[in-house]
């Protein structure tokens, strides 16, 4: 296995956080990355992707982040998300797994359309989407206390994270590296057998 590369926007330290959290559930795993989209690397709106095209295109997972605004990612991620397409047409990304983790301050906030639109992005992008396979609440750490299956949610009117928003954010990781895992054995195996 490469390494799973998590790319999100952080207005503050909580979406941070939850980064950090899948960070450390997919490092059981193997080796996993950050790449934290800053406001001052956008320029004429666009974020400086080929910088990072090697990092991106040798991952074998990628898992998207942003806090909620008005229904959707933060402009900053959009402006990386939009920076994308210039793989699209090649299909650079497809077949790694994807996911996708997101914040707001209110108990819903629509939440789920920005997992949607990374769940698009990662559809066109040929991607093959892992979302949450926990029910709401259940077992002693209380995963996935918001309902969402499509990714790791989380809810912080203060600024301060739930521990159960941050331990579904290292299920998430665990989950996706795992996955990938299994991917590229998979991958390996035909390999040698070609």
């Not at 990092?55 to 605004?69: K, R, V, Y």
Request: net charge neutral.
């Amino acid at each position: 296995m490469s390494h799973i590369q998590i790319v999100y926007y952080s207005s503050g330290e909580s979406t941070h956080q939850l980064a950090e959290a899948i960070r450390d559930g997919a490092s059981e795993y193997g080796p996993a990355r950050l790449l934290r989209i800053l406001p001052q690397h956008i320029r004429h709106g666009r974020y400086p992707i080929q910088a990072f095209a090697d990092e991106l295109q040798d991952a074998s997972a990628i898992i998207f982040g942003s806090p909620t605004f008005m229904g959707g990612p933060a402009a900053q991620f959009k402006a990386f998300a939009d920076a994308s397409s210039a793989g699209w047409c090649r299909q650079a990304w497809a077949d790694k797994i994807a996911a996708g983790f997101t914040i707001g301050g209110n108990l819903n906030g629509d939440q789920q359309c920005t997992l949607a639109c990374f769940a698009t992005l990662a559809a066109q992008h040929g991607m093959l989407w892992c979302g949450l396979d926990i029910a709401a609440g259940h077992g002693p750490e209380g995963l996935n206390r918001l309902g969402c299956q499509l990714g790791a949610t989380a809810h912080s009117p203060d600024g301060k994270l739930h521990p159960s928003d941050l331990a579904t954010a290292r299920y998430l990781g665990r989950r996706v590296a795992r996955l990938a895992r299994q991917m590229d054995a998979i991958a390996s195996q035909k390999e040698q057998q070609k």
